[in-house]
């Protein structure tokens, strides 16, 4: 055995080379060395031809194994005793160890939130305000009343004479000149002569209408005879033109008076002058045309 703060057992029939330190009190293992002679009784292992197992050879497996030759066999029955020894106290201080108890499993608590209402804010009553008192009204000096005066009558003064005034002299009378006589009034201008109508014959065309017949009323089959009264001028231009009888369809009636509106008349002479008249244009819109 060999000092030095920890002390080492060589043992060939355990095997190793077991070490106790002698600061923690454990049993350490530091190295494994088999003995040269327990190798040699070991089948299959040539240690005679000086090779190491494990990497085990060398001089200083030499020197442990001849320090177990050298023992005699009751010190070698101490060494094995006390190898059996410290292996049962390591056991026993291991057993005697705190095991770690496990910590307590703790029930998850369940908090409980209850919203409270906030309470009403106290409202405190008016404190009534005192009136404040009005400055006293001073009161007025009265009044000294003189004595009243003494009232002498006047002497009654004599009572004015009536004077008489003569009455004025009569004025000439002077003749006044008659007023003019008004003059007369002047005749009232003759109302223009209302525009004449023009006798059927007069009624010619330069440019005769020409009626469109509506896509809409051909669909719908309407038919029917518009009669259009227009006001032609002295130059043959159509200057008003009216509905005077109508078909009973209203697209019928607008195409009747945009065809009189575009035509052309020839103008109507009467003593040598052209003379604007009205004129009666009757259209027909025939679907079997």
Known sequence: ??????????????CGLFVLDS?????????????????????????????????????????????????????????VAAMVLLHAGAAAWLALLPAHAPLPVVPPHTLKVEWLAAPAPVVEPARPVAPTPLPARPTPPRPVLAPPERLVAAPESAAPAAVVTPPPAPLPVVDSPAAPPEPAAPPAPASPAAPKTLPPEAVQYLLPP???????????????????KVYVDEGGMPRSVQVVESSGHPRLDEAARTAVQ??????????????????????????EK
């Open 23 to 79: 600061f923690s009190r454990a049993p350490m293992v530091r190295s494994i060395a088999l003995s040269s002679a327990a190798v040699a009784r070991m089948p299959g292992h040539g240690l005679a031809s000086g090779r190491g197992i494990g990497g085990l050879g060398g001089p200083a497996f030499d020197r442990t194994a001849g320090a177990w030759d050298d023992l005699t066999p009751r010190q070698r029955r101490s060494v």
């Open 1 to 14: 055995m060999e000092t030095g703060g920890a002390a080492a057992i060589d043992c060939p029939s355990a």
């Open 210 to 228: 020409a009626p469109v017949y509506p896509k809409w009323s051909l669909r719908q089959g309407e038919s029917g005879r518009v009669l259009v």
């Open 262 to 287: 575009a035509a052309r008349f020839k103008p109507y002479a009467e003593n040598g002058r052209h003379t604007a008249g009205w004129a009666f244009v009757p259209l027909t819109f025939d679907l």
